[in-house]
């Protein structure tokens, strides 16, 4: 299902079209005042117009840009009419905004890491991206944000900072806005977990028109029905021990190490009797060996691991 355009990218845009229009020179004295109005309307007007201002201050020589772009469509009379010295600046200002900021004005991609594979990519625009297992993310950078689309697994990003788009990773119809932060994103098939290293996060669910900022070295989440937690403090090494192959139980049930076991390898595992749900387990585990971590299992769990007839691991109670 396709993303909706976010108020904030309606916002952009017509910050970019109020400042396209006055960089024409044509503005009559009805459009400056309708431009008045829609700037104090909203702190988020000023905002958009005023960053967008100062991301065209930035570009090496403006003015002789925006001449030539002038010139170029006074020279073009057809150009000129159908599309207008606005068009001739927008286009000037987000040509000029690519080339600042290294990278195309959209872009688009994926990325997959398979079971049991770990990836790291850089994109376009500088940020790094650390995959786990089975993860799938999706590009969708445009001229007015940098967005990325967690399909599925966990991915944890380092934000290139200073950009005038802003990065969003959106997961599980909820969308994380970085505020110059590192934070990780785990998806599941019912919840979304975000935990944040560095700086913060804005979380956003737009079915339910609720949000939240995460700071750092705490983490929220939010269901598939569209609830969201409040930010609290973190285990943040348990939380993004995957990075260096381990995984980090704090007396977490046996069936969520099971679960956790089966992203990495696989494997199917069958409990055999219901209240081997209420065990649990701690301790720090490699990622990678799975016979281990079985024979630690049975060795401080009163469990017996098995092969049943179907492939599946079987996980048996045992008599001590």
Known sequence: MANPVSSSDRIRERALYWFARLQSGETDSAERAAFERWLAASPAHRQAYEAL????????????????????????????????????????????????????????????????????????????????????????????????????????????????????????????????????????????????????????????GDERQVNQGQMASYSATGVLTEAAPADLSAATAWREGKLIFRATPLPEI??????????????????????????VFKVDDLPLFLATLEAVLPVKIGRAEDGSIAVERTKR
Do not use: C
Request: hydrophobic share 45%; net charge positive; proline share 5%.
């Open 258 to 283: 099971l679960a956790e076991l089966g992203r990495y390898h696989p494997v199917v595992f069958r409990l055999a009797d219901p209240a081997l749900e209420r065990l649990s387990l701690s301790g």
């Open 53 to 208: 201002r100062a991301a065209w201050d930035d570009l090496p020589r403006p003015e002789a840009e925006l001449a030539a772009a002038r010139g170029y469509a006074r020279r073009r009379g057809s150009f000129r009419r159908v599309f207008g010295p606005a068009l001739a600046a927008a286009l000037v200002l987000t040509m000029g905004l690519a080339a600042y900021e290294g990278w195309p004005l959209s872009d688009t991609g994926v990325y997959r890491t398979a079971k049991g594979e770990r990836r790291t990519v850089v994109l376009p625009d500088g940020t790094q991206v650390e995959l786990n297992s089975d993860t799938v993310l999706a590009m969708r950078y445009g001229w007015s944000s940098r967005s990325v689309e967690l399909e599925r697994g966990e991915a944890f990003f380092s934000v290139a900072p200073r950009k005038f788009r802003p990065f969003e990773v959106r997961a599980s119809g909820g969308s994380i806005r970085d505020i110059g932060t590192r934070f990780d994103v785990d998806r599941r098939p019912a919840s979304v977990r975000v935990a944040v290293l560095e700086g913060a996060v804005r979380i956003r669910l737009a079915d339910a």
